[in-house]
C-alpha cells in the first residue's frame, strides 16, 4: 500500500483524549505512514467540564493507527514550564532522529474571564502554553530540521487559532489574545522559516465538539443553542474535519501553502 507520509516524523501536541483535535490529527497521520510523537498534559483536562482521559487510551488508539512499520511515542510536559517547549521538541525528534512535522493544538483553556477580570496571573497562564511555547516549539524544530533544498523534503509546521477575528469570545479574553497572536504573526513566521525549508501555516477549526459542546459537559450553556443555529450545515465540526485539513497541508498535495490561516468551519464565520 501507499503511504504518503511514510519515513516522516510528526510531533503532534495537546494528545490528552481521544475526543480531542490533537488524537484526531495524530490518527490520521499514522494512518498515512507517519511515525507519530505525541505530547499530552492530561492535569489540564482534569480540571475541565469536560473532563480528562486515560492517557493509554490515546497510546493504544494511535498505536492501532500505525501503518507500514512506523513508530510512536508520547511525553508528558506542562508547556507553561521553562524549558519544557524545547525539550519536547529535542525529546520527539530523538525517537527516529528526525523530525518533519510539528502541529502545536496544546491549549490552555478555562479560568478565563472579561476584560474587566483579566489579571497578571490569567492573561500569562494562557500566553505562556498558548503562544509562547508554540513560538519556541517551532524555533526549536526549525533548528533541528534538516531541509535537502526540494519541494517534497520541506518541513511543516501548522499552528492552531480560535476564529476571534470573525466575532466576539465572550468572557475569554485571555485565550483570544493569546490565540490571535499566532493568527497576526502567521505571515511573518512563516516568510523567516521559509528560508530554512519550513512551511508554516495556521488552522482555524470553528466550533469543534470535543466533548465542550455536548449539553451535559459544556462550559458555555448560555450560548449553546445559539451556535448550533448558526451552523450552516446543520452540525459542529468533529475533530476528524479538521485532521483531514491538516494531514492534506503537511503531505505533498500542500506544498505550494505557506503562510495562510486557513479556517476549517463548515461556514460558521459566513453566518455571524
Same mark, same amino acid.
Do not use: C
Given at each position: 500500500?501507499?503511504?504518503? #507520509? ?7 501536541t495537546?494528545?490528552?483524549?481521544? !475526543? ?5 490529527v495524530?490518527s ?14 492530561a ?8 473532563g ?7 497510546r ?12 510512536t ?8 514550564d521553562a ?6 521538541i529535542?525529546?520527539?525528534a530523538?525517537?527516529?532522529g528526525?523530525?518533519?512535522i510539528l502541529?502545536c493544538n ?14 497578571d ?6 500566553w505562556t ?6 513560538v519556541?516549539?517551532?524555533?526549536r524544530?526549525?533548528e ?9 523534503g520541506?518541513?511543516r509546521?501548522?499552528w492552531?487559532?480560535?476564529g ?12 483570544a #489574545?493569546? !490565540? ?21 501555516n495556521?488552522?482555524?477549526p470553528g466550533?469543534t ?13 448560555e450560548? #449553546?443553542d445559539?451556535l448550533?443555529?448558526?451552523?450552516? #450545515? ?6 476528524d ?7 492534506w497541508l ?12 486557513i ?10
Open positions: 500500500m501507499n503511504y504518503p #507520509l511514510a519515513g516522516r516524523t510528526a510531533l503532534v495537546g494528545v490528552s483524549r481521544p !475526543k480531542g483535535i490533537g488524537y484526531a495524530a490520521r497521520l499514522a494512518e498515512l505512514g507517519a511515525n507519530v510523537v505525541v505530547h499530552h498534559f492535569p489540564h483536562d482534569a480540571e475541565q467540564p469536560w480528562g482521559a486515560d492517557v493509554e487510551a490515546v493504544s488508539g494511535i498505536r492501532s493507527a500505525l501503518t507500514g512499520g512506523a513508530q511515542a508520547d511525553f508528558h510536559a506542562d508547556l507553561a524549558g519544557a517547549a524545547v525539550t519536547l529535542d525529546d520527539a530523538a525517537v527516529t528526525r523530525l518533519d502541529v496544546q491549549a490552555r483553556s478555562g479560568g478565563d474571564g472579561t476584560i474587566l477580570e483579566a489579571t496571573e490569567t492573561l500569562d497562564a494562557h502554553v498558548n503562544a509562547r511555547a508554540t519556541l516549539m517551532t524555533k524544530f526549525t533541528l530540521f534538516q531541509w535537502d533544498r526540494t519541494e517534497e520541506t518541513g509546521a501548522i492552531l487559532t480560535s476571534q477575528l470573525f466575532g466576539p469570545m465572550r468572557s475569554e479574553m485571555s485565550y #489574545l493569546s !490565540k490571535a497572536a499566532l493568527a497576526g504573526a502567521t505571515p511573518s513566521a512563516a516568510a523567516e522559516l521559509l528560508a530554512h525549508g519550513v512551511l508554516l495556521t488552522v482555524n466550533p465538539n470535543t466533548g465542550y459542546l455536548d449539553p451535559e459537559t459544556t462550559d458555555r450553556p450560548i #449553546l445559539e448550533r443555529a448558526a451552523m450552516p #450545515l446543520g452540525r459542529f465540526g468533529a475533530p474535519d479538521v485532521a483531514r485539513l491538516i494531514a503537511v503531505g505533498s498535495d500542500g506544498r505550494w501553502v505557506v503562510g495562510e490561516v479556517s476549517s468551519d463548515g461556514g460558521f464565520r459566513l453566518g455571524l
